[in-house]
């Protein structure tokens, strides 16, 4: 079997795997409820409506993305070394990097299945009470898959080099939190004497969520340009190749005897 192959049986398993996780069907569940708030509240208000279905919906996606994204992508790793699981498998002819990559992609073709069905659902939500789909919500949905791959890469890297997965999970969660206030980081120097240079190594080291975020503008029509589209891309396929590069260092030269 080839490399190529075995990457995707590991990918294919771990899909599998993440379908039959409980808190997976629980976040979805709650996104579910989400958008049958987003009714509710859509019918309070007078010219608002679509609006708050569309802020809502986009909101729940990328909400309960991250948590599926975070709480099993730290167990990627982890939870295979505690559990002992890992070693059947490396024991076979397959490579550490392999495993690595097979996690990564199936996790992340998990996230565009529960994106894509949730999608689904704020369009047909937005049928049934308006009549009509914004297809420029794609380009808001977009954005957000690309954020919860590189979710993805930071909790795979944590998930490689931490000792346990409640470290992986304290890690990871304390970086997405902090790149999602990246403005907080860059601000720090007007209300503290943190030097410079430390502010703006923190700034460029920890991943900017923000980015992602174009929510409000496709909501209330502002134009959201192909060209801020490819940048996001970059940005998150450069970030979670030097993320992975890193965990396979990481990984590859872990003792796990």
């Not at 991943?207 to 490819?230: I, M, S, T």
Request: glycine content about 6%.
């Amino acid at each position: 079997m080839s490399g190529l192959k075995r990457i995707v049986a590991v990918a294919a398993n771990t899909f599998r795997e993440t379908v039959r996780e409980r808190v997976l069907y629980n976040l979805v569940f709650f996104a579910v409820l989400m958008t049958a708030s987003s009714l509710l509240l859509g019918n309070l208000s007078i010219r608002q409506d679509e609006k708050i279905v569309k802020d809502l919906g986009l909101a729940s996606m990328d909400i309960f993305g991250t948590f599926i994204a975070l709480f099993i992508g730290v167990g990627l790793i982890s939870k295979e070394i505690e559990r002992r699981s890992l070693y059947p498998l490396l024991a076979k002819p397959l490579t550490r990097s392999e495993f690595l990559l097979g996690k990564f992609a199936g996790l992340c073709f998990t996230l565009f299945v529960n994106i894509g069905l949730m999608s689904i659902g704020l369009i047909v939500t937005l049928l049934a009470t308006h009549h009509r789909a914004d297809p420029a919500l794609l380009k808001a949905i977009y954005p957000i898959f690309l954020g919860l791959i590189l979710v993805v890469a930071v909790a795979l890297f944590f998930s490689s080099v931490a000792s346990s997965s409640l470290l992986a999970t304290l890690w990871t969660i304390a970086v997405v939190v902090a790149g999602r206030f990246s403005d907080v980081i860059r601000n720090m120097r007007q209300v503290s004497e943190v030097p410079d240079w430390l502010v703006t190594a923190l700034y460029w080291a920890v991943p900017n969520f923000r980015n992602f975020d174009v929510k409000n503008a496709v909501v209330y029509g502002d134009p959201v340009p192909v060209v801020a589209l490819a940048w996001m891309t970059a940005y998150a396929i450069v970030y979670s190749a030097v993320l992975l590069g890193a965990a396979r260092l990481a990984f590859g030269s872990r003792d796990l005897h």
